[in-house]
């Protein structure tokens, strides 16, 4: 029987915002474990929450972004549950009026475009981190990450395949990093995934599904697609019927196991949040936002192709990373030179990366500094070597381009006097070689610029030599 596996994703985000999203603790990742609480994101008793207008902001960002609805009216619910990471014993959520609904992400797979739907978008808060002790030491609480507000990003059960949801998920990480709304740390969690997995005949009714949560890099999530996918099958094959279950992923041994039955909504007494006021979203506030949306990578794309006359590859390239997109439009806007600020940084800058496994989000380098480099090479007053060896001067040392090829001495002598004698003084020495020029063997040609480039050091004008070369040498 031929079989088809479907996939739905809920994406947590956490979102970058300065401080939480009922009060005023940072929200900053670490730090001494509860140091960054209050008694309101700690669960005190009688203390009253106040929501962060930045948050609905970010939500709303990225609902106008995949094309959702937004919802004008909406609420907080509580969601209750007992765990040791949650003090209050409840997580404030939005079961009832998700801030934004039915959106759409497009992927590309094998060449293929193809949309995804989104459910809803909901915004929520954190819960704390349970750390277990070596031995029998016990386990502790940090409620640093309580109240740090996230993003809940529910899709369709539209993915088809692994590759289909790591298009969606880099997709959808390029969108929150160009958006400024959360800094995708998969490592810090900022970025988390949970995987809803089912298998069914072709165009079937959905299977039974399994929820997989603990899935932190974009491997594990491949890993534990290919493992759950034929674990379900082999269920189904042998005549077994799929459990609707939470299963943990352990990466280190590449498996699954059951966590718990799976919980429905009722099991978490929803009720609306007494403690917040009503989200109204007016027209003015929602305009304002919308006017303020920044330039996506896929807009920026189109943008270099068109006004720089950029190749697709090129601006690929440069929009792989805000970082990267970022740097290439200050270099270009200070020279006025894009083609040539798209080459330094598609040329230069990236092998500079890729040499040091340099990752985009770690890229600080100083456009002013770097435009001047081009202004430099293409007036003429330095050639292309030293402009190359002045790039990395500036990256890695953040080195001033003017002091940097003084001290080397690598401005280009063009100075008609310095290389009429040069030039004068090679003829000289090299007779035999301008009398094969004068025979006809254009070799000798290189070989007497080869030695004026010689006596000129690194900071010869080469297209001057070469002018006054055969300005000197007649005929
Ligand atoms: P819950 O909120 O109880 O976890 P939802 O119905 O909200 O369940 O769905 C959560 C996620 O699971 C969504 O991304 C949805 O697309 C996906 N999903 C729902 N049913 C299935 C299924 N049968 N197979 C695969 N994914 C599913
Ligand atoms: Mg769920
Ligand atoms: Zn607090």
């Known amino acids: 029987m031929s079989r088809e596996v479907v996939i739905g994703l809920e994406v947590h985000a956490e979102l970058s915002t300065k401080s939480k999203i009922f009060c005023g603790c940072t929200t900053e990742f670490g730090g001494e474990a509860n140091t960054h609480v209050c008694p ?35 609420k907080f619910d509580r969601k209750n549950y007992f765990y040791p990471d949650l003090p209050k014993a409840y997580q404030v959520s939005q079961l009832y009026t998700p801030i934004c609904r039915d ?26 981190k349970l750390i277990h002790g070596p031995g029998d030491s016990g386990t502790f609480m940090d409620f640093n990450r309580c109240g740090v507000p996230l993003l809940e990003i529910v899709s369709q059960p539209d993915f088809r395949s692994g590759d289909e949801v790591i298009a969606c998920l880099e997709q959808l990480r390029e969108i929150l990093l160009y958006l400024d709304i959360c800094d995708c740390k998969m490592q810090e969690g900022s970025l988390r995934t949970d995987v809803n997995l089912s298998i069914r005949q072709p165009g079937g009714e959905l299977g039974v599904r399994t929820e997989m ?43 699954s196991c059951g966590m718990r039955s799976k919980e429905n909504a009722h099991d978490y007494r929803y009720f609306p949040e007494p403690d917040l006021l009503p989200i109204e979203i007016s027209d003015a506030w929602l305009t304002g936002i919308k006017e303020n949306l920044p330039e996506l990578a896929h807009q920026k794309r189109q943008r270099y192709i068109r006004d720089y006359g950029l190749s697709e590859k090129e601006a690929s390239v440069l929009t792989g990373h805000k970082n990267i997109s970022g740097l290439f439009e200050d270099i270009s806007e200070q020279s006025g030179e894009p083609t040539e600020a798209a080459h330094m940084v598609t040329g230069s800058i990236m092998y500079l990366m890729n040499s040091r496994a340099m ?66 003084e090679v003829l000289a020495d090299h007779a035999a070689a301008a009398a094969d020029y004068h025979s006809g063997r254009e070799k000798a040609f290189g070989f007497l610029m080869g030695q004026v480039m010689k006596k000129l050091g690194g900071a010869g004008n080469p297209a001057m030599a070469e002018k006054k070369l055969r300005e000197l040498l007649g005929g």
């Open 213 to 255: 949560k603990n899935l932190n890099s974009f491997k594990a999530i491949r890993r534990a697609i290919e493992y759950e996918t034929e674990r379900q099958i082999n269920i189904l094959e042998r005549g077994g019927e799929i459990m609707q279950e939470t299963r943990r992923w352990d990466d280190e041994k590449g498996e």
């Open 359 to 424: 990752l985009p989000e770690e890229l600080r380098a100083d456009g002013s500094k770097l435009a001047v480099l081009i202004s430099f090479v293409l007036s003429g007053k330095i050639n292309r070597n030293t402009y190359k060896e002045a790039i990395e001067a500036v990256f890695t040392k953040d080195a001033d381009p003017e002091t940097y090829i003084a001290e080397k001495g690598l401005f280009m002598s063009s100075d008609d006097k310095t290389i009429t004698g040069i030039v004068t």
């Open 103 to 128: 959106g759409q992400i497009e992927i590309w797979t094998g060449g293929q475009k193809k949309p995804i739907g989104i459910r809803e978008i909901h915004m929520e808060e954190d819960a704390g």
């Open 40 to 74: 309101v994101c700690s669960g005190m008793p009688g203390v009253l929450p106040k929501l962060n207008r930045t948050v609905v902001e970010y939500a709303v960002k990225l609902g106008l972004v995949l094309g959702c609805s937004i919802t004008r009216n909406g």
